[in-house]
């Protein structure tokens, strides 16, 4: 069998035309040779620019294209490492747009929730967790709705979603969305220990804004917790839970 090639057919290259004016073209009709020098000039100048525009469009293409496959690539090797930077870097561009999750994010990096346990009715420190939680849904009049509990201690506020079949165990195939309440089992031990905001969900993560949390130095008893970001792996054996907010 013969191996037979289609030559490529080559593109022609069209010359640019040269406007010239009637005189011009009289002159070069009857063969006037300083017209037909300038003529000629002017031809190789016009080819000239239009081969400099041409490959300034392959240049402008191309650069395109590297950027394009150079965010495609980042994107897919350094998505999840970018997201986590940009949410330690206080980023809000993936929280959701729910208004208890915008009220939370206001109160980043508040240390010790004496604003909360306060408002809460404490005269003293407590784990503020679910006050912060409490909080941020009576700002916007969720409470008085009846769509979260007024509650400081995170077991009670597991069964009030409970008790109205709005909650939704680790594990039992749903997907949080921005603006339920996540509840954490540190010690897996099937006993809650902990609650917090989902802000939003990407990439097999959700990322949470929580009240009492994180250490704010090396020596554990000065402890008093902070409001702060963390992402979790959706499938983590850390989460115990879900509370669903009614719309």
């Not at 897919?76 to 959701?96: C, E």
């Not at 749903?174 to 220990?193: L, M, N, Q, R």
């Not at 097999?204 to 917790?225: A, L, P, Q, R």
Request: with cysteine; proline share 3%.
């Amino acid at each position: 069998m013969f191996n037979i090639r289609k030559k490529r057919k080559k593109k022609k290259t069209v010359s640019p035309q040269v406007q010239l004016t009637p005189e011009e073209l009289q002159a070069l009709e009857s063969g006037d040779d300083e017209v037909m020098r300038r003529y000629a000039e002017r031809r190789i100048r016009a080819a000239r620019k239009a081969q400099r525009k041409r490959k300034q469009q392959r240049i402008r293409r191309r650069s395109l294209t590297i950027i394009i496959l150079c965010l495609i690539g980042m994107n897919l090797v350094l998505g999840g490492r970018y997201v986590n930077n940009l949410l330690k870097a206080g980023g809000t561009v993936l929280d959701g747009d729910v208004p208890m999750v915008e009220t939370a994010r206001t109160q980043l990096g508040n240390y010790g929730g004496k604003k909360f346990w306060q408002w809460y009715g404490f005269d003293s420190h407590v784990d503020w967790c679910a006050c912060f939680i409490s909080w941020c849904a009576d700002q916007n009049g969720l409470i008085d709705d009846g769509k979260v509990p007024m509650s400081c201690y995170v077991p009670q506020q597991v069964n009030w979603f409970r008790d109205r079949d709005r909650y939704h165990e680790q594990g039992d195939g749903y997907t949080p969305k921005a603006g339920d309440i996540i509840f954490f089992d540190w010690e897996h031990d099937d006993s809650v220990d902990h609650v917090g905001l989902v802000a939003s969900v990407f990439r097999g993560k959700v990322y949470t804004i929580e009240g009492n949390s994180g250490f704010t130095g090396k020596d554990e008893k000065k402890w008093k917790g902070i409001c702060k970001r963390n992402g979790y792996p959706i499938k983590s054996k850390d989460i115990f839970g879900y509370g669903l907010v009614e719309k």
